[in-house]
């Protein structure tokens, strides 16, 4: 037996044993993590359905028969009178400012 | 002696190596089939991907219909272990009687539901005793946040989340979504490994043509015309008249859309469409618009209605006040019974009914709700001799709020009829649109002049000397028209003498009108005229309507200098 036989084979017997133990490792390693997923999926599921709750609890304080009591109750609020409104309307021609910065243009 | 261990001890092994290569060609070859099916029992586990029913926005983007997450308690009757206190308890966090709810739990079986649907905190309260054999399972629930906002729009669904009633049901099959199964990997404690795949399946959103706010004017305002009139029901229909798009039905009395399933029959009616009533002189509209549009009649026509009364099929019909001449204008402004049918009598019989049938009357109008009704009006030929008196002033006829509304929508709009509807917009779950329902089957019914003429009588309607001077609005000229019908008694089958139903129907602003509506309102006590019960409802949602719709006052000094802004 050559001496590159002698020290080769306990190499490839240890390199065997690592190969498997890391293919082992590696496995488990993989069942770890889809357990930690799960968990945080579990979690996800846990703060969605928390997230919807209070989006709904948003949306129900403020739908407006709630603004509006507490607005008229508490706060004294009162819809303006219409004489009072002023209305502003989009106009899409241009103004005399306009007007003349176009022409310069 | 060593050589002969040393073979008993090769033997042995070799024999045992044997062994396990056999017990593994067994178990690999032999029996793979049903151990692989074993296996599989054991860790694979197939879920139903749940199913979430779609969102309702009002037109806005106001969600109206949502989904929460609930969580289901169930019982294992098998593996149920729990004394008498636990029971007792968990019995009052479910509100049961505690051997009520002993008797729901069979003594074999390994499901039964002991309450579905839970609050979050009563689920932990439960989760907090411990009890073996209970577990929960997560489910979806259907949340109204607007409670009886809209309720009869919307509907509601079951506990199984099946549509009952309104949108839910109409649009069914838009708002849930195609479930199926999934695959899921589970260790051998029964664990569930991640395996990345969405389990939920969202159904499509609908956008309605309602608006959140005009929708509670309306109802805040039927509210308390129920309560100062002491009404037995009453009805409010707001909707666009130009393109049919609804923006508020309020019904009274009304439900919380969470407890729909325990709504009474007659809270959960859609009265705007699913009831008809006699309508009174509202119907005056077919006598008016068909006399000018055969060209019978013009506004100033004169009508002699001096004697007070008039004589059809032997039977003598009667202004509520007595007057000498009225033009046309007036009968319709002052709500003239004998005006209407001398009208009538010009027009006739088959007119009549021709033209009651082109504005709707009779025939369902197609709006996207489930349960709308047709009404009745007969055909001609089975009318009796006092028929034509009768429909004249909108007895004999049968009609449905909406139908009404449709009607003078023609007027608003110039002579179009159009479909009212309730959906504006179907969205995926991706954000596209899937369906639209924008474009407004419009058809013209009468010519834009007739239309027009009819519009300035009923601005009289509501200016001094009219019959609705309530409904009238500072700084909008509002045209509508009154109606005050006895309803039929459901004992004698006759005209009650206590009960009426007094509504109201018109447009604002007159000229460019924002919004038709409809009140009507069943059995007043104290009052019964349209113009007094109705037409103050009507003053009330369209003062606050048109400042919340930004429409500007057309008497107002700065009107013509309102602020422009330049894009």
């Not at chain 2, 539901?113 to 932990?124: F, G, V, Y």
């Not at chain 2, 309803?487 to 009960?499: A, E, L």
Request: aromatic share 8%; glycine share 8%; with cysteine.
């Amino acid at each position: 037996m050559s001496l590159a036989m002698l020290v080769l084979r306990p190499v490839m017997v240890i390199l065997l044993f690592a190969g498997v133990f890391g293919l082992v490792y590696l496995r488990s390693n993989v069942t770890k993590l889809e357990y930690s997923l799960g968990e945080l999926e579990k979690k996800k599921v846990h703060c969605l359905r928390d997230r919807k709750m209070l989006f709904a609890e948003k949306t129900s304080q403020l739908s407006f028969a709630r603004l509006e009591s507490s607005a008229d109750d508490r706060d004294g609020f009162v819809l303006p009178d219409r004489l009072q409104v002023v209305h502003v309307s989009k106009d899409t021609r241009s103004l005399p400012r306009l007007a003349s910065l176009k022409q310069k243009q | 002696m060593n050589k002969k261990r040393a073979v008993i001890l090769h033997t042995a092994i070799v024999v045992s190596f044997m062994l396990v290569s056999f017990r593994l060609a067994d178990l690999m070859i032999i029996d793979h089939k049903r151990l692989q099916e074993r296996a599989q029992q054991q860790h694979i586990k197939v879920e139903d991907i749940q199913v979430r029913r779609g969102t309702i926005f009002d037109r806005r983007g106001r969600e109206l219909a949502l989904n929460l997450e609930a969580e289901s308690l169930y019982c294992d009757p098998e593996a149920l272990n729990a004394d008498t206190e636990d029971i007792r308890k968990l019995a009052s966090f479910v509100n049961n009687e505690p051997a009520r709810m002993l008797a729901q739990i069979p003594d074999k079986g390994r499901f039964v539901w002991i309450k579905r649907k839970l609050p979050p905190e009563t689920a932990d309260k439960i989760r907090a005793l411990r009890i073996e054999g209970l577990d929960f399972l997560t489910e979806a629930k259907r949340f109204y946040p607007k409670r009886e906002l809209a309720s009869h729009i919307i509907g509601f669904v079951g506990i199984d989340n099946q549509a009952l009633e309104g949108i839910e049901l109409q649009y069914d099959k838009y708002l849930t979504a195609k479930g199926g199964k999934v695959i899921m990997e589970r260790d051998a404690s029964g664990k569930t490994l991640s395996s990345g795949v969405t389990v939920e399946a969202q159904g499509n959103n609908i956008v309605l043509t309602i608006d959140e706010v005009l929708q509670r004017l309306a109802e805040k305002e039927l509210d308390r015309a129920m309560k100062q009139w002491r009404a037995a029901a009453a009805s409010a229909i707001m909707m666009d008249p130009y393109t049919g798009e609804i923006l508020a039905i309020a019904n009274r009395p009304a439900y919380d859309a969470n407890r729909g399933g325990s709504a009474r029959g007659f809270e959960k009616r859609n009265r705007a469409i699913t009831d008809c009533y006699e309508p009174g002189s509202t119907f005056k509209l077919i006598i008016g618009v068909g006399s000018l549009e055969e060209k019978l009649v013009k506004p100033d026509t004169v009508f002699d209605v001096s004697k007070g009364g008039v004589q059809v099929g032997g039977k003598t019909i009667r202004d509520v006040h007595k007057y000498g001449l009225l033009t046309f204008k007036e009968v319709i402004q002052k709500s003239s019974n004998v005006g209407s049918i001398l009208a009538g009598m010009k027009l006739g019989k088959e007119n009549i009914y021709r033209y009651a049938k082109l504005f709707g009357f009779g025939d369902k109008t197609g709006i996207d709700l489930p349960g709308e009704i047709s009404g009745w009006i007969h055909k001609p030929e089975q009318w009796s001799g006092t028929s034509l008196g009768a429909i004249s002033i909108g007895q004999e006829v049968a009609v449905t709020p909406i139908q009404m509304l449709r009607a003078y929508s023609a007027i608003a709009n110039g002579g179009f009829l159009v479909r009212p509807h309730v959906v504006s917009e179907i969205i995926s779950p991706d954000n596209r649109t899937f369906a639209s329902f924008r474009d407004s089957d419009n058809h013209r019914i009468i010519s834009a002049k007739t239309a027009e003429t009819f519009k300035n009588i009923l601005k009289s309607v509501t200016e001094e000397g009219g019959t609705a001077k309530n409904a009238s609005i500072d700084g909008n000229p509002v045209a509508g028209k009154t109606g005050t019908a006895q309803m039929i008694d459901p004992v004698t089958k006759r005209y009650s003498r206590d009960k009426y139903v007094s509504s109201f129907v018109g447009f604002v602003p007159a000229d460019n009108p924002r919004l038709a509506m409809i009140i009507i309102v069943y059995e007043p006590k104290g009052e019964i005229y349209g113009g007094v019960v109705a037409a103050p409802v009507f003053r009330e949602i369209t003062r606050q309507a048109l400042s919340y719709l930004n429409v500007p006052r057309e008497d107002s000094p700065g009107q013509h200098a309102a602020l422009l802004v330049s894009r």
